[in-house]
């Protein structure tokens, strides 16, 4: 097969492009990525140095494509399924654009940061860090409200690149961090935990949930 994403279930960019994939219908072959097994990780380093996942490995294009925004705009590009993630409008692909790095960037980092501080042993917590992130999770919280009342997809009427990065963003944001009184993005979040594509790509990391720190 072409394409190989090398990916964990459990992460949440992973998932992110999974819910693309499986939006458009691209065949593909996941290859699951153990990064606490040194062969493993060797593997995925000798693709891409960085060591981080999801990475794309077309092998009919000779190309290695890393994170996971540049792996969903270059499906789009070369491997368009049944259904488009960037909106062929170029306002709307824009739009697209901008609130994917929105969530990319003050959802998923500040709750990464959450998780990665309940990792740590008990001398190495960073108690200032994790308030920080909480505090900037709580804003995007505002800014995502407002942006979703009265809407149903992120940007204009269809599901996008935008919608496949909220879904799992939500998804752990809201394990650390409760929505609360957040109606609007607690109904999107509905909507994304319901949409199939994104349902397929969380029940595929069900087995791995014991790995997340509560």
Request: glycine share 6%; proline share 7%.
């Amino acid at each position: 097969m072409s394409l190989k994403l090398y990916l964990h279930p459990l992460s949440s960019f992973c998932q992110k492009v999974l819910t693309a994939l499986y939006e458009s219908g691209t065949a593909f072959e996941p290859v699951l990525v153990d990064l606490g097994k040194p062969e493993e990780r060797a593997k995925l380093l000798a693709l891409w140095p960085i060591g981080k996942f999801p990475v794309l490995r077309d092998e009919a294009r000779g190309r290695t494509i890393p994170e996971s925004s540049i792996i969903i705009e270059y499906l789009d590009a070369h491997h368009p399924g049944r259904a488009r993630m960037i909106p062929q409008d170029s306002e709307l692909a824009a739009q697209a654009r901008a609130q994917d790095r929105f969530v990319d960037l003050y959802l998923q980092l500040p709750m990464q940061k959450i998780v990665g501080d309940r990792l740590r042993p008990a001398e190495s917590k960073d108690p200032f860090g994790v308030e920080e992130a909480r505090a900037r999770l709580k804003t995007a919280y505002g800014v995502i409200e407002d942006r979703m009342a009265g809407k149903t997809w992120a940007v204009g009427d269809a599901f996008t690149m935008a919608d496949c990065a909220a879904a799992p963003a939500l998804f752990y944001a809201n394990k650390v961090q409760p929505f609360g009184e957040y109606k609007a993005m607690t109904r999107y979040h509905k909507r994304l935990m319901e949409r199939p594509s994104y349902k397929r790509a969380l029940e595929e990391a069900k087995p791995y949930f014991h790995l997340f720190p509560e």
